[in-house]
């Protein structure tokens, strides 16, 4: 998994989704309406995991992909909605704007300096990833100078 990519531990605790492969009696189920709701906070600006997020708590839809049989994402890009980035890089990318920032102020925090590196490689694995599934150009590469560019 990505997000224990460099460091020790092997668990996976957490809690999980119970198995269901039909939405609740008590969820929203009407198609049309969930589309409308993801298109709107989508123009609002809210990211994919947030639009979940929104519509778990506010409009009782528990699951995206149950009531419609979309994910958020296939929604968004069925109705020409297509981000530059895929989110887990765009939000690995922002962490290292925010890493860089924070070492300019604090040139020998040792520390950081070394969750830097390990945030640019997680992004860089990540880009061959996306690559490979032609979400990515393939002339693209990483570039710490011309990433406040990109994020913004």
């Known amino acids: 998994m990505m997000s224990r990519m460099h460091s020790g531990g092997k668990g996976s605790s957490g809690s999980s989704k119970p198995y269901s492969t039909e939405p609740p009696s008590w969820s ?50 069925r109705n020409g909605v297509v981000p530059n980035y895929p989110e887990d890089m765009m939000n ?7 890493l860089i920032d924070h070492l300019t102020n604090n040139p020998k925090d040792k520390h950081n300096r070394r969750q830097l590196e390990l945030c640019e490689s997680k992004i860089r694995r990540l880009a061959r990833y996306y690559k490979g599934l032609q979400k990515l150009d393939n002339d693209w590469q990483y570039k710490r100078d011309q990433l406040r560019l990109m994020v913004e």
């Open 28 to 77: 929203e189920n009407d198609k049309k309406a969930i589309e409308s709701h993801i298109l709107e906070l989508n123009k609002e600006g809210h990211s994919n995991a947030m639009i979940g997020t929104i519509l778990r708590d506010r409009f009782a839809v528990p699951d995206v992909r149950l009531a419609t049989g979309e994910r958020i994402s296939q929604i968004l890009s």
């Open 92 to 98: 690995l990318m922002r962490r290292a704007q925010g």
